[in-house]
Every structure is written in structure tokens, then in C-alpha cells.
């Protein structure tokens, strides 16, 4: 059994059963029959009929979806309902979206050998898909992870991380509740070794991996020949603000976006290059704020900051931030941990660029600022990592806007916005080590489709 608990106080919320191999077998059979009778396919019209009936369900449970996903998840109660209001919206974006699954028609008649022809494309499922998922957006990644498949016409098995299944399940029974048939979406909570037994079958025709870099490159390295896949891992966002940057706009953006779900979220604002001019200002505005920052259980309306999913993962800040400051970075606010489960929000000023604050995913309540004299080395810099997936700029001058997002190696820049700013009907998604493919609802609908032509020979053409 697995004890599901509490990231705040490790108090137990429920207890559910592990998948074993023979149960992964069972779920891998039912899919791949599903796929494989094409009498059983789901209609368009049926799935969004389907699709429809389970976003008015959640309508009507945003309470109880929104406790299940702070609890478990450990993100503030006020963030974990904007979580599920945005879930919502996805399933809504995902049943608009079936009926732009559509392919083109090809030209023919080009060539004598291509005459007396006319050819057309069109998009069917691309088979069983395997999603595995992270336990910072409990019930979003997941419907990210299904909603797309089932609206693409793919039966699909997720796996969701196993400090964060119960939102997972809740969403199944849903989606059963609104009519989907049996079988369509399975939820499979097992061990690491069982779940790569689970995406490397070769019956898997898409994977789709939201986690750490390690374990997704070495997933994907292990996947059986055509099995398709899209990985999303970390960044470390970097941001560049230039001398005439609108203070008022731009404190708060910052605010909300490095200490959001205390800083466990994979663009979160990591890495601020601030111009030198400005920066001790900058410095001062931005610490004070993040110092008085309200951290605490995460069921509480107040708590603005809640705990990190584990004991583990505040050892690790708690270490990375002493080796950052005895190595020269000044401490302007935070620096300690609350308790085993909490820590203070933190802000620090020129850390060294060897430091694995400056060189590492923090995934905690950490921003680091650098001071900078020329906007290109500090571009430079931002560059400097394998890890590129958003960045911004802040800046009133258009052209320096313009410059900048060019230069950054990132796959979206935000202009006098923070890095953790998305909707998710956008592109998002990491380059480099950061993940391949590109995720969003449309998106990954699309990746989930394949391309099929037709050619009609015909004299009377």
C-alpha cells in the first residue's frame, strides 16, 4: 500500500494500493485492444459530449478538487483553486479542439506521372499512450496528460507521481461519471521499476513525461522503436531587467513568479540580471516584500508560501543556499529553514556563477539576482546553462524588447512579465535538456494524431 501524506505535517490522508506487473500487463491489454478494434473507437462527437459532461462535473466539485490538490500537493490553498479553475478550462479547450483535428488536401496534377489524381491527408489516433506525470500540479499536468489523448482518440494509461495520485484518481472516476467507456483512461500508481516496464512496451505509442531530466533522457532512451514521446523538465529562468524598468509592474510579476508554489515549478523566476544602476534598489524592493511572504500549511487561505513536498527536497535548498553564501552571495532576506517541511523565502545577491544556485534547477523559494553592466554578457550568462525554457525581459524600450528575445535562448520570452506566465492553449515546452516536444492543449493533441494519405486514381479527374 502506499501512505499518501501531507507535505506540511506528514499527516497520512489516505492509503491506496500499488500497481503491480501483472496489473500493468491488464492495463496494457485493455488499451491496446481499444486501439486495435477500430469498432470501438470513440466518435468525435461522442468525446466531446464526454469531454463536456466532465468539465460541468468539476464545476460542481471546485471545493473538493481544490482541498484534494492542496493537501496532497502541498500548494496554497488559494493557488491549488486557480489550479483547478484552469483544469477545467483545459478539458473545455480540449472538447473546442476535436474539431480541428482535420488534415489537407496535396496537389496533384503537377507532373504527367500525377495526373488523374486527387490526394488528401486526414489525422487518426496515433495508439496507446503512457503519461507520466509530477506532483506540483496535481489535477492540471493531469489532465494535460489525458484529456488530450482521449480527445485525440487515444486510450491512455497515466501514471501520476506517487506523492500526488489522488487527484489523478478523482479525475478517472470523473471522466467515467461523464460517460467515457471503460477502460479509455487508467490510472496506474506503481514504483519507478514497474513504470518503465509500463512505457517501454512496446505497445506504448506515445509517451508523454513531465518530471526530472534524469529520469525522462534515460525513459526515453529505453523506449521501444516508434514510440513517439514529448519530455518536460526544468529550467532555470533567467530574467533581464533593464535601467528603465517600470518598478511597479514589474516587483510584483517577479514576486508571484519565484515564490509561486514555493518556487516548485519548473519556469519559476530563477536568475534575475538586473542592470548595475539599478540593482541595490531592485535588490531592496524585492527582499522586503519576499521576506514578509506568510509560509505555512497549505490549507490555510492565508498561507501565501506552503511547504516543499519533502523533508529531502528542504535539506537540499537548505544546503545549496549556505554553499551560495559562504562562497560570497549576500543574504538579503530568508536564508533558514521554518521547520523540516518549510523554507523561508529567500532572495540573494550575486552568488557565485559556480554555485548550484546559479548552475542548478533550485526548485525551492530561492531568486537570485546578478548585477550586470552590459545587457549582452548578461544575456551570456542567462544562456549559459543546458537548461532553456522561458525567460523575460523588462524593459520600456521596444527595441531592446525586440533584441533581447532574440538573443535569449529560450522557447518563449515574456516582455515585462514573469517566466511562469502561461495559458495553455500557448506552446510550452523545454529545448535542450530542458524536453523535446511541445505541450499545450492543441499541441499535444496534434502530437497525439498521425498523418494518413489518401490517393484517388480516377479517369474522370
Given at each position: ?8 505535517d ?19 491489454t ?22 463536456e ?12 478538487l481544490t482541498?484534494?490538490a ?9 493557488d ?25 488536401q496535396?496537389?496533384?496534377g ?50 501520476p507521481?506517487?506523492?500526488?495520485p ?5 479525475f ?17 500508481v ?83 540580471f538586473v ?41 537540499r ?11 560570497g ?65 523588462f ?18 520570452v ?48
Open positions: 500500500m502506499l501512505k499518501v501524506k501531507s507535505p506540511f506528514n499527516s497520512l490522508i489516505k492509503e491506496i494500493p500499488l500497481a503491480n506487473e501483472q496489473d500493468i500487463e491488464k492495463a496494457l485493455v488499451a491496446d485492444n481499444l486501439f486495435q478494434n477500430q469498432s470501438l473507437w470513440l466518435p468525435a462527437h461522442e468525446r466531446i459530449a464526454i469531454l459532461r466532465t468539465a460541468e462535473i468539476m464545476k460542481s466539485r471546485i471545493e473538493e482541498k484534494t492542496a493537501q496532497e500537493g502541498g500548494k496554497p490553498y488559494n491549488s483553486k486557480v489550479e483547478v479553475l484552469r483544469a477545467i478550462n483545459g478539458v473545455k479547450l480540449a472538447a473546442e479542439h476535436i474539431g480541428q483535428i482535420k488534415g489537407e496535396i496537389p496533384m503537377l507532373t504527367k506521372a500525377s495526373e488523374n489524381r486527387i490526394a488528401f491527408t486526414t489525422r487518426e489516433p496515433v495508439g496507446v499512450v503512457v503519461s507520466v506525470s509530477a506532483f506540483n500540479h496535481p489535477l492540471n499536468l493531469t489532465v494535460h496528460q489525458t484529456v488530450t489523448a482521449i480527445a485525440a482518440g487515444c486510450p491512455v494509461i497515466i501514471k507521481a506517487s506523492t500526488t489522488l487527484s489523478a484518481l478523482n478517472a472516476k470523473i471522466l467515467y461519471e461523464a460517460g467515457l467507456p471503460e477502460g479509455w483512461c487508467q490510472v496506474t506503481c514504483k519507478n521499476d514497474v513504470a518503465e516496464k509500463l512505457v517501454t512496451d512496446k505497445r506504448v505509442n506515445y509517451f508523454s513525461f513531465i518530471g526530472s531530466s534524469k529520469v525522462g533522457w534515460y525513459l526515453r532512451s529505453k523506449l521501444s522503436p516508434g514510440t513517439r514521446c514529448a519530455l518536460e523538465h526544468g529550467g532555470s529562468a533567467p530574467v533581464i531587467v533593464e535601467k528603465d524598468a517600470d518598478f511597479n509592474e514589474m516587483l510584483p510579476s517577479l514576486l508571484k513568479g519565484g515564490f509561486y508554489h514555493a518556487g516548485q515549478v519548473c519556469v519559476s523566476v530563477q536568475r534575475v542592470h548595475e544602476s539599478i540593482v541595490d534598489n531592485f535588490s531592496e524592493q524585492f527582499a522586503e516584500p519576499a521576506s514578509k511572504l506568510i509560509v505555512g500549511n497549505q490549507t490555510d487561505k492565508k498561507t501565501e508560501v506552503g511547504p516543499l513536498i519533502s523533508p529531502h527536497e528542504v535539506n535548498v537548505e544546503e545549496w543556499v549556505n554553499e551560495a553564501v559562504e562562497g552571495a549576500k543574504l538579503l532576506c530568508g536564508g533558514k529553514r521554518i521547520s523540516d517541511t518549510c523554507y523561508e523565502p529567500t532572495v540573494l545577491l550575486n552568488p557565485p556563477e559556480d554555485a548550484k544556485v546559479s548552475t542548478s534547477e533550485i526548485f525551492g523559494p530561492v531568486v537570485c539576482i546578478y548585477s550586470y553592466s552590459d545587457r549582452e554578457d548578461a544575456i551570456k550568462k542567462a544562456n549559459s546553462l543546458d537548461l532553456h525554457f522561458q525567460a523575460s525581459v524593459t520600456k524600450n521596444l527595441d531592446i524588447a525586440l533584441d533581447t528575445v532574440k538573443k535569449l535562448n529560450a522557447t518563449a515574456m516582455v515585462n512579465d514573469h517566466t511562469a506566465f502561461r495559458v495553455d492553449w500557448m506552446p510550452f515546452g523545454g529545448r535542450d535538456s530542458s524536453g523535446i516536444g511541445m505541450g499545450g492543449i492543441p499541441y499535444t493533441i496534434h502530437e497525439m494524431t498521425r498523418e494518413k494519405l489518401m490517393v484517388i486514381k480516377s479517369d474522370v479527374l
